[in-house]
């Protein structure tokens, strides 16, 4: 398992090895994380991501999928992009969806894993603009990083408000997950 870390920050200050985007299908940018990395690394960001949706991904980055690209200016050496639901409202999609939202952080680390990053700074998947509640979203989180077979030494969340940063402290205090 792990050594799985919460802070309250940016992550785009993050030195770390894998940077986890929160990115949308297009891979070219967005608001709220994806922005940021985007605007933090600099054109190159955007130019690799033009490369893999004109070759590998020409309909877009499917939901719960993760691929990387160099951190252009960013202190990470790679940014993993991943794609996470939205969230559908309590009810039966919602488990489906749930299931997206898992794998998303497990391929985002199957990824890292991959590269041979030793450390991975995660943001809350789908809780911003995509609505996903906090309280599922930390416990799906926290799952996923203590659940995967060979993940990196390091699983950092790195948590954009002290709300956030509470939220996923209690469900891994429920969960029995323990973190820094």
């Known amino acids: 398992m792990p050594r799985i870390e919460l802070v309250t920050g940016d992550i ?106 030793a450390s991975v700074a995660f943001p809350a998947i789908s809780a911003g603009i995509y609505g996903w509640p906090a309280d599922d979203a930390a416990a799906v989180a926290l799952a996923a990083a203590a659940e995967t077979a060979e993940p990196p030494a390091l699983v950092r969340f790195v948590l954009f408000s002290a709300r956030m940063h509470d939220e996923f402290r209690r469900v891994a205090e429920r969960l029995g997950v323990e973190v820094a």
């Open 12 to 117: 785009t200050a993050e030195h770390v090895d894998v940077i986890v985007n929160a990115a949308n299908s297009s891979l070219m940018g967005g608001g709220g994380v994806d922005g940021a990395i985007h605007r933090a690394g600099g054109p190159t960001i955007l130019e690799e991501c033009r490369m893999l949706r004109a070759t590998t991904f020409r309909a877009g980055l499917p939901t719960g999928e993760a691929v990387a690209t160099g951190a252009g200016r960013l202190a990470a050496r790679w940014i993993v992009h991943t794609v996470g639901p939205v969230w559908p409202g309590p009810g039966p999609e919602a488990d489906e969806r749930r299931l997206l939202l898992a794998a998303a952080y497990r391929n985002s680390i199957g990824v890292a894993a991959g590269l041979g990053a």
